[in-house]
Nanobody
């Protein structure tokens, strides 16, 4: 059974940093894309960043490029999201997700097969 457990959320002032972690268990191979999404109250869930577990190739949404960095730690089966220069508009629940590899790194919510419970990130102005 696949489990994704996020940690590292919290309250931070604008301009500050947080690092989110996603501990993955139950994945039977490296043929997955690991993604981070976020959802603010009253809004749709949106893509933030993703990484191919096997190749390490990454994709970041334009709104977070240069501020957020996704990475993986194969030894710990963990995916990280380093978030710097945080803005109040980054306030959301952040979700880790896993998609079976289908040839591309997808930004689409329906393409992801497994989801974590989410961790709250609040950025104060």
């Amino acid at each position: 059974q696949v489990q994704l457990v996020e940690s590292g959320g919290g309250l931070v002032q604008a301009g500050g940093s947080l690092r989110l972690s996603c501990a993955a268990s139950g994945l039977t191979s490296r043929n997955y894309v690991m993604g981070w999404f976020r959802q603010a109250p009253g809004k749709e869930r949106e893509f933030v960043a993703a990484i191919s577990w096997r190749s390490g190739n990454t994709y970041h949404e334009d709104s977070v490029k240069g501020r957020f960095t996704i990475s993986r730690d194969n030894a710990k089966n963990t995916v990280l999201l380093q978030m710097n220069s945080l803005k109040p508009e980054d306030t959301s629940v952040y979700y880790c997700a896993a998609a079976k590899w289908r040839g591309v790194i997808s930004r689409r919510v329906p393409d992801y097969d497994y989801w974590g419970q989410g961790t709250q990130v609040t950025v104060s102005s």
